[in-house]
């Protein structure tokens, strides 16, 4: 029997939901219906800095508009809530502390000023910047002291020294990183909120995500994910990393160069049915290269191989082709 499938779309409430949200979360629905699966929506709000409260009401407008309801989630609840990563802070803590316990991961009590001067330093030399490991060096007694003095500190997940991550990406084939180019990233801060690089694989398992389907911008961060798992003892989902949307020069698509809140398609015009087909398009090729599909048709045939490695630019006038047949149906519809 084929194990269960279950995808999520975990955006980041930061303001207007993004055209790129609905493109992800539309894989990810599709995906799983496919295989009589769940879609999840996670809402990671653990970014305080950048979080909107009104976005995620929003998000899930966004989604309902253009028919992607998530099976579980914040609105609808489900068997592994909450769905939304600061309501699960204790947990993400309990985590970083058993890492640490483990030798996964070690706390950290460099302050900015330090890591600054670090950073400055790696500039001037003109080498990526790693971390210098100094309070992985720190004797066990001094660790304990400062935290006793209740020192502020940070958890950084500790890379082994040697050797290389690997894994298959369904669409980009095998990817590789080094480890002695990856950093001992910050996965605890010092106000007790999680990184995306705890929280997120975290979450994923203990919602049973069995295939991560987002955005290639999210590959560089696999290494870190896998890590997690790993001196976690959990076992690893199914990666898919979609090229991203583009503006003209190629750049990821964004809101300095085109319209890119899901709100401003709406007041346009456009139609939840032209949109969905349009964004299928533009990360998908149909097998039998039609251009005019319905969701249904997308969910029926979606395979991950078919995805493409690197996305077309936004064409908006074949936007508007496919709007202008899905208003000429609605009208002929109506009719009836
Ligand atoms: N929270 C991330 C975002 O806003 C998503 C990370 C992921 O999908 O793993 O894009």
Known sequence: MESAVRTRIAPSPTGEPHIGNVYAAMFCKAFAEQHHGQF????????????VPEAVGLLIDAFHWVGLDPDEGPARGGPYGPYVQSERLPLYREQAEALVQRGGAYNCFCTPEELDAERKD???RKVPYLYSRRCLRRPKEEVQQLLADGAPHVVRLRIPDGG??????????DVSFENRFLTDQIILKSDGFPTSHLA???DDHAMHISHVIRAEEWLSSVPYYILVCQASGWPLPE??????????????MSKRKNPTSVSWYRSQ??????LINFLALQGWSHPEGKEIFS???FTALLTLDRIVKSGPI???AKLDWMNRHYIRELTLDQLA
């Open 40 to 51: 999840v929506l996670r809402i990671e709000d653990t970014d305080r800095r950048r979080y």
């Open 200 to 202: 997120i694989p975290m």
């Open 164 to 173: 290389r991550v690997s894994f298959p990406d369904a669409v980009r084939g």
């Open 269 to 274: 015009g456009y139609l939840p049915e032209a």
């Open 239 to 252: 990666f898919a990393h979609l090229s991203v949307l583009r503006n003209a020069d190629r750049s990821k």
């Open 122 to 124: 790696a500039e001037r």
């Open 295 to 297: 969701f249904q048709e």
């Open 314 to 316: 936004f064409d908006f």
